[in-house]
Each structure stands twice: as C-alpha cells, then as structure tokens.
C-alpha cells in the first residue's frame, strides 16, 4: 500500500478538531476544495470512510475516529523529527512549548523565563497559560510539548515527574482569626465559609480532597475564578479560603489585612511535568525538571 500524505493526514486531525469543513480548511491554509479532496483521497487509499456525511452536516466514522488517533502520534513524531534536523540532533536547542495552569503560571513565569535563558540559551521558550483540561487537550494533539500541572491527576498516555511539593495554608481576615476552632477543625466552621476556585481549576480538588473538606456543607457555593478573587473573598471578612504557598511566597496577600495558618496535617498538592509517551525529548524534559524544581516552596529534584 501507498504511504498517506502527512498533510493529508494533519488535514484530517485539524477537521476532527474544528469539525466544520471551512474552519478547518482556513486554519490548514487551504480551499476548502483541496481539504475535501484530501479527505476522499485517505478513504479511497485505505478503503474505508472516514466520514458519514448528509448534505452538510458530517460525523466522524470509529475507523475515522480511530486514524485520527493514530494520525495525532504519527505527526507529533514527525514534528519532533523535524526539530531534531533542524538543530542537528542537539536536544539543548529548538522551539519548547510549555504550558501552565492558572494558579500556577504568575508565580513561575519569570523563573522559569531566568532559568531556560541562563541554562538553555538556545531553546525557543513559548509559554501558555490554560485549563488542565485544555493542556492535557493540547498536548495529546501535539500543539504543546510539555506542562506543568498540578498532582495527583490522571493522564493517560503520558509521563509524569514531580519537581516539587506545595503547602496549603488557610487564609482568614485578622479579625476573624480569633473566631476560628482550636485546635483546627474544618468541620467546625460555619457552613458556607470557605470559599474555592471554580471546579475547571483543578487545585479546587486537590484543596478539597487533601484538607478533608469532602461533601462539606462549610464549601460556599461561591465559586471564584483566580486566586487573586479568592483574596478578596477572605478580605470580605464573609469566611475563608485555602491558598498554595507558592502564592503566598509571591505575595499574593500583600495588599489585604489576612494571616494565613499551614493547613492541618500539613496539607499539600504535588507540582510536576507532564509529557507525552514516546517523546524523544525525554532527556531535555527532566533537565528543564532539575532547574525549575528549586522554583517550588519544597523541592523534590536536586540541581
């Protein structure tokens, strides 16, 4: 059988992903003509439809659907190989696209921008702040290379290394501090008192889990979307909220009367890098782990 066309196949990753022909022929920088034909050119060349098509509406076939996984690793390797050419097999250099989650990416932008420029000089460093389900998205279609993400969590097909250990402390307005139980007991409070990161953030699960506030009905159902919002929350003297200490170390808690306390049972949420099964940048993934582990408030790598 004749080898696909790559293009042929990053065509059809691309419709997958935008599902709409014309979008999808846009972001290829293609006619919408030359993506169709391509798409019929991978059902004739495999014998099979990809595609179950009615006027203009189209669903994906399961062959469809599973040639579109496969496609995403085969043009993953062969964007990896093409890296290689083009820094003539030096795994120090070339284009490195990491991602990071929002209650993580302020407080290590600039580090991690200081240590790949001082130790890496010629990796192309392009950084990008978003969900952990959009980069873990991101990174199995290969538009990302590496993430940093909050841990434990599940991610199937890929690697996982810890670089560090973060502390979660209790925040509360100094006038409230008196109120609070002694010795700590969570269940104590009034109900509806702390507040939590919306559930798209995962360090909402990570504080909920390793605090033991589980089904709690002292979880308010204000939800905030930062954790410069979960500040102001506590700064309202309305209840309580859970902070990592890698934000309190960059001062998130400067500009409000609050005291924060070290959660009970010293409480914490792993930070780690993930990447992609079967990488060949292994080796540049566990350096960059070495120079941004002694970024976090407990380092778990040594230099």
Known sequence: MKWPNLKHLHYLVTLHQVQHFNKAAQQCHVSQSTLSTAIQNLEEQFGCQLL?????????????LELVERSRHLLNDANELIDFAQTAGNWQAGKLKLGVIPTIAPFIFEGVLNQVS???????LQLQE???????????DGSLDLLVLALPMDTPGCKQLVIGHDPFHLIAHSDLVGTLPQPMDFSA?????????QKEHCMTGHAVS???LQHSEQVSSLAASSLYTLVQLANSKLGFTFMPELAIKHNILNTAPLVSMPAEDKAYREIGLVWRTGTTRVRLFRLLGELLSPLMPI???EK
């Open 52 to 64: 179950e098509r009615d006027h203009k509406t189209f669903v994906f076939t399961s062959f469809g």
């Open 189 to 197: 409070l009034p109900k509806e008192s702390v507040f939590l990161l």
């Open 118 to 124: 001082q130790n890496l000089p010629q990796i192309q």
């Open 210 to 212: 390793a605090c033991g």
């Open 299 to 301: 380092p778990t790598l």
């Open 130 to 140: 978003d969900t952990t389900e959009n980069l873990l998205r991101q990174l199995s």
